[in-house]
């Protein structure tokens, strides 16, 4: 389960019996990572104090919307930019009324007016006050506004009676936070599409052309994008690597197939064509077995350039593409003519005629050619170490 390391939560506590469990909640808070600032209620301040909020939170508690001293160190805009998240609990009826009606006449319901982040509220009140018809109109108001609600729970209330009403524990309440924030981080990541390994163009039913990729390099790229937080699929062609169960892996074998499969996979951040495309495939692919005294005519037609359509088709385009070049010969005017044509971000050109980085190598040699001019060289290093300062630039670029 994700912890709270470094998330900013506003607590406003209202006044209500159940306010003594908002202590806990700080207290859990606290002990997940969270950093927490307090805004405590005229009517909240009845049943706890502010010394034992500030004591927990081992930060200032704000009270009073027209306090000099609270507007100089932090007013009420700051404070509700700040926050992460704010969190209203206990939320009273009266609370819930203020938010419903865009009412601002203390610190926290001007607070919860001015936010523009998630509010959680957490009601807690008499089993007729939430079954009132008002409440439940103003509980209807606040889900449309977008609040998010906690509870209540049912069970025996403070004041004697039975029925729902009562808060949620703290330890669930801050569950639901965290799973909100597990929630964020999926869908705040970033999304990277890797094309990898060779592609293979069928002749017939048993006999094709393909090329001597090895994948390694658009692998081990998936692989670090993994662990730098994207959401990676990696289309990879015919290869003998195993990846991680959390990269969402389509293999294809033709280059129709891996074009077919990387449209279907935008949009993306990001997309890295490392896959040595067949360039040509069979005009007509025999449905059987070609037979040795057959006339045989292999007659070729080009595949698509997938790197090519994806960078001049703006609707597709991620914002930042990067294509390959392997090369035997004259790498820097290949590649430079490569990004040109193919108008792509950036080039990652290698020598595959080095057999010590070649195809099949686990180590490589790369040079990054840019739109500006500018090149980066990497030098001789495993795969690995080469996607890790590859990823690393194009986090940089994303930033
Ligand atoms: N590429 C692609 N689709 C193709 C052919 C190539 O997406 N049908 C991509 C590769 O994945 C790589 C880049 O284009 O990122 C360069 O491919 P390469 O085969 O080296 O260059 P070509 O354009 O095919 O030129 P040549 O074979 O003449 O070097």
Redesign the pocket.
């Known amino acids: 389960m994700i912890n709270l390391n470094n998330k900013k939560i506003l607590l406003i506590i209202c006044g209500g019996i159940a306010a003594y469990k908002s202590l806990e909640i700080i207290r859990l808070l606290k002990k997940d990572g969270a950093s927490i600032k307090t805004i405590l209620t005229k009517s909240g301040a009845k049943f706890v104090t502010p010394l034992s909020v500030t004591s927990l939170s081992q930060s200032k508690v704000y009270q009073d919307l027209f306090s000099i001293e609270d507007e100089a160190e932090m007013d009420h805009i700051s404070l509700s930019r700040w926050a992460d998240l704010i969190l209203i609990a206990p939320a009273t009826a009266n609370t819930i009324s203020k938010l419903a009606n865009g009412n601002s006449d203390d610190l926290a319901s001007t607070v919860a007016l001015a936010s523009n982040k998630k509010i959680f509220i957490t009601p807690a009140m008499n089993v007729r006050m939430w079954e009132h018809q008002s409440t439940k109109q103003n509980i209807a108001k606040l889900k449309s506004y977008n609040y998010e609600l906690i509870g209540p729970e049912i069970g025996d209330m403070a004041c004697g009676e039975y029925g729902e009403g009562k808060m949620t524990e703290p330890k669930e309440i801050v569950n639901k936070l965290k799973i909100y924030f597990k929630n964020l981080k999926i869908k705040n990541k970033l999304k990277a599409i890797v094309?990898a390994g060779p592609t293979k163009e069928y002749i017939d039913p048993v006999r094709y052309i393909s090329n001597k990729s090895s994948g390694k390099q658009g692998y081990e790229i998936a692989k670090c994008l993994l662990k730098k937080g994207f959401e990676t699929t990696l289309i990879s062609g015919p290869t003998n690597l195993e990846i991680n169960n959390d990269i969402n892996l389509i293999k294809v074998e033709t280059?129709e197939e891996m074009f077919q499969s990387t449209l279907e996979s935008l949009p993306a951040d990001v997309a890295i064509?490392?896959?040595?495309?067949c360039?040509y495939k069979l005009k007509k692919t025999s449905k059987i077995k070609i037979k040795k005294q057959d006339e045989i005519n292999l007659e070729l037609e080009k595949?698509?350039?997938?790197?090519d359509y994806v960078s001049n088709h703006n609707s597709l385009k991620p914002k930042l593409v990067v294509?390959?070049?392997?090369e035997t010969n004259d790498l820097e005017n290949?590649a430079k003519k490569?990004l040109d044509e193919?108008n792509c971000d950036w080039i990652v050109a290698n020598d595959v005629s080095n057999e010590t980085i070649g195809f099949d190598s686990d180590f490589n040699e790369v040079s990054i050619f840019y739109k500006n001019k500018k090149i980066d060289r990497l030098k001789y290093k495993s795969k690995s170490e080469i996607s890790n300062e590859l990823v690393k630039k194009i986090i940089d670029y994303l930033n």
Do not use: E, H, R, W
């Not at 064509?273 to 495309?277: G, T």
């Not at 294509?323 to 392997?326: E, L, N």
């Open positions: 094309t280059a064509f490392s896959a040595a495309v360039d595949n698509v350039d997938i790197l294509g390959f070049a392997a290949y490569k193919k």
